[in-house]
């Protein structure tokens, strides 16, 4: 069965950078748009960033836009977010998942609902 696999995430201070790992297993990766959400404590998961199998769309919140960069290496099944100057309103439980609805070579979807797989998270912590 499909299976993502996140991991990267830790604690860090205020400025500092981490860069989380997505494995997937399962699939024909190299298919399938892949997005990056976050989740806060009591809210819906939104997303942060978010690349299709082609590589050649990427999208970024604003939140994040100019500090966290997503990558992908097909060859290795794994899809990357480096996150840099790192904020504690960057303190969440982040996530990988697969679009379920596009796989467009250059449309990427947005919304939670059209993406499915998620992984188990993994939390990163920005201390101030």
């Known amino acids: 069965q499909v299976q993502l696999v996140e991991s990267g995430g830790g604690l860090v201070q205020a400025g500092g950078s981490l860069r989380l790992s997505c494995v997937a297993s399962?699939?024909?990766?190299?298919?399938?748009?892949m997005g990056w959400f976050r989740q806060f404590p009591g809210k819906e998961r939104v997303i942060v960033a978010g690349?299709?199998?082609?590589?050649?769309?990427?999208y970024y919140a604003d939140s994040v836009k100019g500090r966290f960069t997503i990558s992908r290496d097909n060859a290795k099944n794994t899809v990357y977010l480096q996150m840099n100057i790192l904020k504690p309103e960057d303190t969440a439980v982040y996530y990988c998942?697969?679009?379920?609805?596009?796989?467009?070579?250059?449309?990427?979807?947005?919304?939670?609902?059209?993406?499915?797989?998620w992984g188990q998270g993994t939390q990163v912590t920005v201390s101030s």
């Open positions: 998942a697969t679009d379920l609805r596009y796989n467009s070579p250059s449309f990427l979807p947005t919304r939670h609902s059209d993406y499915g797989n």
């Open positions: 399962g699939l024909t990766f190299s298919r399938y748009t």
């Open positions: 690349i299709t199998w082609s590589g050649r769309t990427t």
